[in-house]
């Protein structure tokens, strides 16, 4: 039997078990789209796709690229960062005429580092019913695949293209424990490097998530110090869009024992374990019978 038949049949009542759900008039419906596979779109959305009056989205031709894969043809209006003011009134005016309006961007959520949050506002100021069909986000991929381990997460987009207006809001940053979420374009991605290495602690892990659900997906993590040559390791570092996570900063006491353990390897290439602790306690100001054990954990290693 073909596994696939069965998927196929089975898909069937599910899209009519969507149908039948609510989706009100006078709505606009902030709607994800896919980051780069078209397969990861949601059943729901394809419904409202369908079913709304009109798609105001970031780019035309991308958005209507996007609805001919899925065998759709809607009225397009451009909404984008240099007309959300206007086209937000235009919309108002449709959505009280009782129309159904999809929000989109070229990919991922709107309003997440991408137009839309204008138009949401005015929308919502109007007294109309916004409604938000969750789906592909870069930035929680990315943090999902990351493997940092940490209950808080800051997220911060774009950063700044001018170096020193980069450098003030990094700086901004450096105290924050959350994990700290960034996109960078690829052209950019070896500047935004060396300014994190500038600011922030080498120990610190951080995580390179390009061209996310795409053919040429990668997913790579090391120490801060250590980012900069793989960048340069390979061209096809340098390629693709990215999301950057950087480990959050470390409790002070964490940080010190982060930083007596480093010295204490690098003592261990050299010395004994006695003498590395003894020096390392000199150093560091750590006690010497802790640094003893942990040296000897290290040299089992």
Same mark, same amino acid.
Not at 150 to 172: E, Y
Not at 291 to 300: D, F, H, P, S, T
């Given at each position: 039997m073909n596994p696939d038949s069965n998927n196929a049949s089975g898909a069937l009542p599910l899209m009519d078990e969507v149908a039948r759900q609510v989706y009100p008039a006078s709505t606009l419906y902030v709607l994800a789209t896919p980051i780069g596979n078209f397969a990861d779109i949601t059943l729901r959305a394809l419904h409202v796709l369908a079913l709304v009056d009109a798609v105001a989205c970031e780019d035309t031709r991308n958005t209507g690229h996007l609805l001919t894969r899925y065998g759709l043809s809607k009225k397009l209006i451009a909404a984008h960062q240099h007309n959300e003011r206007e086209i937000a009134e235009k919309l108002i005016?449709?959505?009280?005429?009782?129309?159904?309006? /999809?929000?989109? *961007?070229?990919?991922?959520?709107?309003?997440i580092s991408d137009p839309g949050a204008r138009i949401v506002d005015a929308v919502r100021a109007a007294g109309l019913r916004v409604m938000p069909l969750p789906g592909p986000s870069a930035a929680i991929a990315a943090l999902s695949a990351s493997g940092l381990v940490?209950?808080?997460?800051?997220?911060?987009?774009?950063?700044? !293209?001018?170096?020193?207006?980069?450098?003030? !809001?990094?700086? *901004?940053l450096r105290d924050m424990a959350a994990t700290l =979420?960034?996109?960078?374009?690829?052209?950019? =991605? *070896?500047? /935004?490097?060396?300014?994190?290495? /500038?600011?922030?602690?080498?120990q610190r892990q951080i995580v390179f998530a390009r061209e996310l659900t795409k053919l040429f997906e990668e997913v790579h993590r090391c120490q801060l110090s250590d980012a900069a040559a793989w960048v340069a390791q390979d061209a096809h570092h340098q390629k693709g869009e990215f999301v950057l996570l950087l480990e959050g900063a470390l409790p002070a006491a964490e940080?010190?024992?982060?930083e007596a353990e480093r010295v204490l390897r690098i003592l261990l290439a050299e010395c004994t374990v006695k003498q590395a602790a003894t020096l390392a306690a000199h150093i560091t100001g750590h006690k010497k019978n802790a640094?003893?054990?942990? !040296?000897?954990?290290?040299?089992?290693e």
């Open positions: 005016v449709r959505l009280q005429a009782g129309e159904r309006i /999809a929000l989109v *961007s070229d990919a991922g959520t709107p309003a940490c209950d808080q997460f800051h997220f911060v987009g774009f950063l700044p !293209a001018k170096a020193r207006q980069r450098d003030a !809001a990094l700086h *901004s =979420i960034f996109y960078e374009a690829p052209h950019r =991605i *070896s500047a /935004a490097v060396d300014a994190l290495a /500038a600011v922030f602690e080498g940080e010190d024992g982060a640094l003893y054990e942990r !040296a000897l954990v290290i040299k089992a």
